[in-house]
């Protein structure tokens, strides 16, 4: 069965810009959470939706938001980028949430300049 | 303010001694504590949890212990292998089944030299 693809794999954006970033769940699964990673503050929780709806939030601001489709989809989405933007954006899904049970992406790696 | 915290960036064992990685964390509400591997260009894998009830859970080469008192876990990995090379991250958790509430440490590199 296929993994969880992430897509892009690599983004450059330039200050001030949009971005949005697309993850595709394992088949079946409905819960899918999104993480940032970056070097000096680790992998943080950015939020988790399930069955299209909104589950948990880290705290992250405004400028991040995601949506899920019908079909388990979800992006991600970062208005107004920063630098401080850059990282690698995780998702990772599972069946209805379970921790042991969740799969994680190869990530978008996304460097705003 | 980090609330799980992996204090040592980095370690490198011989292959075939024991490898601990160790985790501290500041929260009592959680309860529920999880391991993952991960290689380069890769998502994090699950690889071994502990529920609070308990204080040691064992799998294969691998046992995490927990002391509640200490707020503090450690991954025992016995013996170790140049496979097991790989950033490890420590998380936890209030209840398994809740996806959205995983707190990560900053994750220990290990390195495993033949």
């Known amino acids: 069965k296929a993994g969880v693809t992430q897509t892009p794999r690599y983004l450059i954006k330039t200050r001030g810009q949009q971005v949005t970033l697309s993850c595709s769940p394992i088949?079946?699964?409905?819960?899918v959470s999104w993480y940032q990673q970056t070097p000096g503050q680790g992998l943080q929780f950015l939020f988790e939706y399930f069955s299209e709806t909104q589950r948990n939030k880290g705290n992250f601001p405004g400028r991040f938001s995601g949506r899920q489709f019908s079909n388990s989809r979800s992006e991600m989405n970062v208005s107004t980028l920063e630098l401080g933007d850059s990282a690698l954006y995780l998702c990772?899904?599972?069946?209805?949430?379970?921790?042991?049970?969740?799969?994680f992406g190869p990530g978008t790696r996304l460097l705003v300049l | 303010d980090q609330q799980v915290k992996q204090n040592s960036p980095s370690l490198s064992v011989q292959e075939g001694r024991i490898s601990i990685l160790n985790c501290d964390y500041t929260n009592s509400m959680f309860d529920y504590f999880l391991w993952y591997k991960k290689y380069p260009a890769e998502g994090p894998t699950f690889l071994i949890s502990i529920s609070s009830i308990k204080d040691k859970n064992e799998d294969g080469r691998f046992t995490v212990f927990l002391n509640k008192s200490a707020k503090h876990l450690s991954l025992h990995i016995v013996p170790s292998q140049p496979g097991d090379s790989a950033v490890y991250f420590c998380a936890a958790s209030h209840g398994s089944g809740n996806t959205g509430k995983l707190i990560f440490g900053q994750g220990t590199t290990l390195q495993v030299k033949p």
């Open positions: 088949s079946g699964h409905r819960s």
């Open positions: 990772a899904s599972s069946f209805l949430g379970g921790l042991e049970t969740q799969y």
